[in-house]
């Protein structure tokens, strides 16, 4: 089962510092806790078994482990757990993999954890086609009965986790970093929602911070998790693509949308498909490959974007110039469509475009308005 920190201190201890252990290396570690599922059983192992699985240093510092400061704001609404492949609460699909995590942080409802589960990733910095994308198909998905996986990155990730919420569902976030660092740090609220209504999961030893290695490992987790992996929008090269091939290594399906020849952010969709990714061109196509229910015929709530302008400096911007670009992403639209999109007066969209392009933030092009990267 589970454990739960916050209740004995000793267990907590050691359990921290198993899972250090994993910097030695995360199969070793995996086939140690595969023989011994607890600290105490890797205590108690002698002989033969414990020479074979290396074990003399590790019993060491489990037998006499080094004072660990455990935040205290670990423990609470959403107290912190740590599962292993031996636990019934590790996800069964992510159990399969040959290279999954030795052990999980978890925060949250921990059952959602063995549901039927969608991945959805994609870019950072989405266009407005592909917020509106990420959008509804997340939400259907939640409305099928399916929990959304995805990384808690800025642009797809957090808008697909959001629309799953909102559509009165469920989802995991799957962070590159410690369970105690939440990163992207602006994301900390939508962190602490999906604590309440979802799961929060990480399978690096607590203070680890973001490193550019934990999110190709991250993005394994985040695909192993399902049976399939659908890419909403991606460039090329991208770490969205890396997900994708490593669903493809798991032996999972990727489910790819389509996007234009000129649509730079869709080049990492196209390449997908000319690999042989499925193509899907609508909600009823991806509940058709995944074998789900139609969702209710109730439309879903509307989701309006973060108030995010990607590479931008944003400090000297207001709300409005803010949420503007933010919806423009790497896209072209014409004031009439971001107008209606934000449910603006035409005179106050005008304004806020006015002020960007003096700003030089963005331009005027055939067929509207297009940020300046």
Same mark, same amino acid.
């Given at each position: 089962?589970?454990?739960?920190?916050?209740?004995?201190?000793?267990?907590?201890? +050691?359990?921290?510092?198993?899972?250090?252990?994993?910097?030695?290396?995360?199969?070793?570690?995996? /086939?140690?806790?595969?023989?011994?599922?607890?600290?105490?059983?890797?205590?108690?192992?002698?002989?033969?078994?414990?020479?074979?699985?290396?074990?003399?240093?590790?019993? +060491?510092?489990?037998?006499?482990? $080094?004072?660990?400061?455990?935040?205290?704001?670990?423990?609470?609404?959403?107290?912190?757990?740590?599962?292993?492949?031996?636990?019934?609460?590790?996800?069964?699909?992510?159990?399969?993999?040959?290279?999954?995590?030795?052990?999980?942080?978890?925060?949250?409802?921990?059952? !959602?954890?063995? $549901?039927?589960?969608?991945?959805?990733?994609? *870019?950072?910095?989405?266009?407005?086609?592909?917020?509106?994308?990420?959008?509804?198909?997340?939400?259907?998905?939640?409305?099928?009965?399916?929990?959304?996986?995805?990384?808690? /990155?800025?642009?797809?990730?957090?808008?697909?986790?959001? /629309?799953?919420?909102?559509?009165?569902?469920?989802?995991?976030?799957?962070?590159?970093?410690?369970?105690?660092?939440? !990163?992207?740090?602006?994301?900390? +609220?939508?962190?602490?929602?999906?604590?309440?209504?979802?799961?929060?999961?990480?399978?690096?030893?607590?203070?680890?911070?973001?490193?550019?290695?934990?999110?190709?490992?991250?993005?394994? *987790?985040?695909?192993?998790?399902?049976?399939?992996?659908?890419?909403?929008?991606?460039?090329?090269?991208?770490?969205?693509?890396?997900?994708?091939?490593?669903?493809?290594?798991?032996?999972?399906?990727?489910?790819?949308?389509?996007?234009?020849? #000129?649509?730079?952010?869709?080049?990492?969709?196209? !390449?997908?498909?000319?690999?042989?990714?499925?193509?899907?061109?609508?909600?009823?196509?991806?509940?058709?490959?995944?074998?789900?229910?139609?969702?209710?015929? /109730?439309?879903?709530?509307?989701?309006?974007?973060?108030?995010?302008?990607?590479?931008?400096?944003?400090?000297?911007?207001?709300?409005?110039?803010?949420?503007?670009?933010?919806?423009?992403?790497?896209?072209?639209?014409?004031?009439?469509?971001?107008?209606? #999109?934000?449910?603006?007066?035409?005179? +106050?969209?005008?304004?806020?475009?006015?002020?960007?392009?003096?700003?030089?933030?963005?331009?005027?092009?055939?067929?509207? !308005?297009?940020?300046?990267?």
């Amino acid at each position: 089962m589970a454990h739960q920190f916050g209740l004995n201190q000793i267990a907590d201890t +050691r359990w921290l510092t198993l899972t250090r252990a994993v910097e030695k290396s995360a199969r070793w570690l995996d /086939a140690v806790l595969q023989a011994c599922p607890s600290p105490e059983a890797i205590l108690g192992c002698a002989g033969e078994p414990a020479k074979v699985l290396a074990l003399e240093g590790l019993q +060491r510092a489990l037998d006499k482990p $080094a004072p660990i400061d455990f935040p205290s704001g670990l423990i609470g609404d959403s107290p912190l757990c740590l599962i292993t492949p031996q636990d019934p609460e590790y996800p069964p699909l992510l159990r399969e993999c040959p290279d999954r995590p030795p052990f999980l942080f978890c925060r949250g409802v921990l059952p !959602y954890l063995g $549901a039927a589960t969608l991945s959805i990733v994609g *870019t950072r910095k989405p266009s407005l086609e592909g917020r509106r994308a990420a959008k509804e198909f997340a939400g259907a998905a939640a409305a099928s009965g399916l929990v959304v996986v995805s990384g808690l /990155a800025l642009g797809i990730d957090g808008i697909a986790h959001d /629309a799953a919420l909102t559509a009165g569902g469920s989802t995991v976030a799957v962070l590159p970093s410690g369970m105690d660092r939440i !990163y992207p740090a602006r994301h900390q +609220r939508l962190a602490e929602r999906v604590m309440a209504e979802g799961v929060l999961v990480s399978e690096f030893p607590l203070g680890t911070p973001p490193r550019k290695h934990h999110f190709h490992r991250r993005n394994r *987790t985040l695909s192993g998790f399902s049976e399939a992996t659908l890419v909403v929008e991606a460039g090329r090269p991208s770490g969205t693509l890396i997900t994708a091939s490593a669903a493809a290594d798991q032996g999972r399906d990727v489910l790819v949308l389509p996007w234009s020849i #000129y649509h730079r952010e869709g080049a990492g969709c196209r !390449y997908l498909l000319e690999d042989g990714a499925v193509l899907v061109q609508s909600v009823e196509t991806m509940r058709e490959h995944l074998g789900v229910p139609t969702a209710p015929s /109730a439309s879903l709530p509307q989701v309006h974007p973060p108030a995010s302008a990607g590479s931008f400096s944003v400090s000297t911007l207001d709300a409005d110039q803010q949420a503007m670009l933010a919806l423009l992403g790497s896209g072209t639209h014409g004031a009439d469509t971001l107008s209606a #999109y934000l449910n603006w007066d035409i005179n +106050r969209c005008l304004a806020c475009l006015t002020a960007l392009e003096v700003s030089g933030r963005i331009q005027r092009v055939s067929g509207g !308005y297009t940020a300046i990267a």
